[in-house]
Structure formats: structure tokens, C-alpha cells
């Protein structure tokens, strides 16, 4: 059975509220560009796209446009204009996020979704942000998850299913977007969590355990499923022996199964679930033991303690066997296609990347997790509509968010490529456009040394 999973008025609120207080900016005219959003698969040449305050004026035709008097007139041609993106898997109240948030934005990702964080400190940023004290991106945030044991990330701990009810109220009354369950709840305890979910009428999303399984997370309601996690991988019988994981890190990406998938599929599409594969996550798991990843070369913009920290979350054995990583990068291939089946089976799709792992610095990661799904066979334009169409509809914001039409948000990025033709263009980004405020080379270089001053 399909379900409403309406966000409740405060997440609406939150992603809006810039346009409250933001600082009056000079209108800018982004003059004979070519504009690809998720409206169409081509894109529309020729176009001007005017930016007044926090709104879209104007989007259409470039000899249709009236230009305001003293606007900022920015030339487009050759140049492609597409909607800010979303990172919609996230934690930034970590160790030097305050100065690591302007990655997000010099990186073109004007919106991310945080899964798990200090509730204090996530709206104190939001706060920030709003009063133009601090550049970063729109947050959607679940403040601490329920968790059926001890972790280190901020959590409250639900062992029964009335601590369950207990928690869920609670986070309403905190005043959270959503509610993240995580890998250790019960059965028992996560079933009332998601009837008490139901009931307070707030989505919930985050980790599946074997033991509940993604099928039955669907059927409860669960609005999203992060990491594919309990979602088997399609496999031979003779694969399902040989896959079966080495070590236990390998374990996260998940079990094999030789039964047809389709059903499943079906179920997520019927229930309306969503599934963020996380892959620059789960990258490090499938090379993992002692293999570089990409994200290393980007390193430098992350403060020392914050990458010990990361380093700690995957500690390297004694001894490494030549082949220890050959599970691993099976599965993860796997994995890769399965993703692109999913989508051509009808399941909605969003990027997110688990920053700030090693593979998935600040804002940096989301340009690898594009690659990693084009690798697996999803195609540009479905690879830019998970960043930007997709979440605005998975948060019910289509009417103010993930195409550019007057009367939207102002949240853009200028590229110096067609990303349809190749998606690494998403890299080469010319300026970016959060919130009205528009930031040009001087202003993103600003924000990547930032960091790298605290």
C-alpha cells in the first residue's frame, strides 16, 4: 500500500527559511545559457535566467527576457546552468564541520540531508546560515538516531519497543525533520518505532538489520533505505558461497541471493521507498584492506583530527593477504549495476555519500558518487535528476526546489561542460548560485581554504 510520507511543516520550514532573512543581493542574469534540469533529458539553449533576492524571476527564452536595470549580467554562452545540488547523506556535526560547510556550497551541493547530528548545533548552523554569518548549504537534518545500542555518533538509545514510542515522541517534540533508525533496533522495537512514526505522522528512514529486512522496512513505511543495506545482491548459488564475506567489515555490503529481485523492486515502487546507495561509502569497505581511494588526493582540505578520526573507522590488520580485497570489489560491482536495475525497475534513487569519509570529502565526494553510478549504468540525466528533481520531490518541495522555473529558489551551478555528455562535468564549475547569493572563482576559492586555516 502506497503511503503519504508528507514532511512535516518544520522541514518545509527549514529549507526555506533562508529566504527570510538572507541579505538583499544585486538581481543576476545569467544571459544565452543553456539550462538542464530535471524537465527535460536536452537542453533548453539559447535561455536567460534572471535571480532577484532568493527567487527565480525569470527562466525561459534569452529574446524573451527583460534584464532589470542594474542587474549583474553573467555571460552563459557555451556555458550550462543546472540546479543546485543535494547531498542527501550527510554528517556535519562532526570534528571541524562549522569551517567544512563552505566545501559543500564551492562545490555546487546547495542542500544536504543530515543523518545524524547535535540537534543544538545543526539548528544553530541553520541559523547562521540564514543571517548570511556562514555559507553553507540548505540542512534537512534528524538530529540524534534511535539506536538499539551504545555507538560513538549522537543517539538515543531504544532496547524496547516503549523506549521506541518514547523516542520518536521526543524527537517530534525536539523538533527534528525526520527520524533515523539505525542497525541495532529489535524487530520488536523498530516495528513500534515505525507505527509511532506513522501515528505522529513523521517520516523515517536510515538503516535496515537483517533481521527486520528491506521488505518488511518497506511495508512499514520506511521512507528511505540507506546504504542498500538488507537489500540482497543478486548472485548465482555458486556465487553466494564464494562472496560470502572474509572479513567482518566486507559484511556491509551486503548478502547475496539467487532469488528474483523483481518482487522486491516491485514493493519499494508500490510503497514508495527510496534507496541512497552511498557508494563512495561503500568504495572503502570493497578495497578495503589497505588499498588508497580517490578521496585521498582531496585530503588536504580536511583538518588533522578529522581524518585520524576517519582513519579509526577502518582500522587495517597486521597483515594483509594479496587478495584480501577481492570480495569486496566483487560485491561492490554488484552492487553498482544492481542500483541501475533498481531505477530501470521504477525505485527512486538519491545520491548521498556518508561525507566526510576518506572517498567522500565535504561536497567533493558527490562528484565520485555521480561517477560511481555512471559506472553501474545509470546515465547523466538520471544521475543529475538523483541530485536535484529527485530530493525536492522526496522532501515534497517540487514547488520550490530541483528545476529552475520562476518563482523557485535561487540555488544554481554554472558549468563550463555539458554534464549530459559526460557527468565528471559536474566538476567544472564555473560559479554558484546558493540562496540568491551568487559565488564566483574568487569567492569558492575562499571556501576551499577555509578549511585549511582553523
Known sequence: MRRSRSFPTSVLLAIVALTRTAPA????????????????????????????????????????????AGARVIDGRGKFLIPGLWDMHVHTSIIGGRALLGLYVANGVTGVRDMAGDWATLTAWRRDIARGRLDGPRIVASGPYLEGGDVSVPHIVTRTPAEGRAAVDSLVKLGVDFVKVHGQLTPETYFAIARRAR????????????????????????????????????????????????????????????????????RFVRNDTWVTPTFTAQYEVAVWPGRSVPGDSLAHYLPDTLRRYVAALFPMPDSIPPDADSVGRAMFAKRLTQVATMRRAGVHVLTGTDAPLRNSPPGFGLHEEFALLAQGGLTPFEILRAATAEP??????????????????????????????????????AAVVANGKLYGAAERKRLLLRPREQ
Request: charged residues 20%.
Open 199 to 266: 501515528e505522529r505522522r513523521i517520516p523515517f528512514a536510515g538503516h535496515v538489520s537483517r533481521t527486520v529486512g528491506s521488505a518488511a522496512a518497506s511495508d512499514s513505511g520506511q521512507h528511505s533505505i540507506e546504504h542498500l543495506l538488507a537489500i540482497p545482491a543478486p548472485c548465482t548459488p555458486a556465487e553466494s558461497i564464494a562472496l560470502a564475506p572474509r572479513y567482518p567489515v566486507q559484511g556491509a555490503l551486503g548478502r547475496c541471493s539467487s532469488e528474483d529481485l523483481g518482487s522486491l523492486y516491485a
Open 25 to 68: 543581493q544585486t538581481a543576476l542574469a545569467f544571459v544565452h545559457v543553456s539550462v538542464i534540469d530535471g524537465g527535460s533529458e536536452a537542453p533548453r539553449t539559447d535561455q536567460t535566467v534572471v535571480v532577484r533576492g532568493t527567487r527565480i524571476l525569470f527562466a525561459g527564452p534569452a529574446r524573451s527576457a527583460s534584464i532589470p
Open 392 to 429: 525536492a520531490r522526496y522532501l515534497g518541495m517540487l514547488d520550490s526546489l530541483g528545476t529552475i522555473t520562476a518563482g523557485k529558489l535561487a540555488d544554481l551551478v554554472l558549468l563550463d561542460a555539458n554534464p549530459l555528455a559526460d557527468i565528471r562535468n559536474t566538476r567544472r564549475i
